[in-house]
């Protein structure tokens, strides 16, 4: 299995707060993005009817269409870069061991996407 590597010049959080959801993308462009990641969570305790499936959580979304609930085993950013490693389940649902993006963003984003990781993986 192989790592899936792409450049994302774009990073959206949006926090709907009437539905308590957070989500996070990574994208090659803004309009129309051929390559891109999405991260998403709900935190509104009173609807999780999945609460303790494995439906429960953060669920990532890759521009295929597979998704995955609670599938990442490590995470790690440093500047310029993000590593996601999948868990074993999330690695056959992918087809993929981990992504690797490369972060053409500033330092305002990049703390902004530090923060959004913490609050969606955590």
């Known amino acids: 299995m192989q790592i899936w590597h792409f450049t994302a010049a774009v990073v959206a959080i949006e926090q709907l707060a009437d539905e308590h959801l957070l989500i996070l993308g990574l994208a090659d462009k803004t309009d129309e993005p051929d390559e891109y990641l999405t991260i998403q969570r709900s935190f509104d305790e009173a ?12 669920c990532v979304c890759l521009p295929n269409g597979a998704t995955d ?12 870069r993000l590593h996601i490693h999948f868990n074993q389940s999330a690695q056959a649902v992918f087809q993929l061991v981990g992504v ?5 963003i500033d330092s305002d984003q990049h703390q902004q996407l530090h923060q959004a990781l913490q609050q969606l993986l955590n």
């Open 47 to 58: 609807n999780f009817e999945y609460q303790d499936s494995d439906l429960d959580g953060y």
């Open 69 to 80: 609930y609670r599938c990442i085993e490590r995470w790690e950013l440093e500047l310029g």
């Open 100 to 104: 690797d993006v490369k972060l053409a």
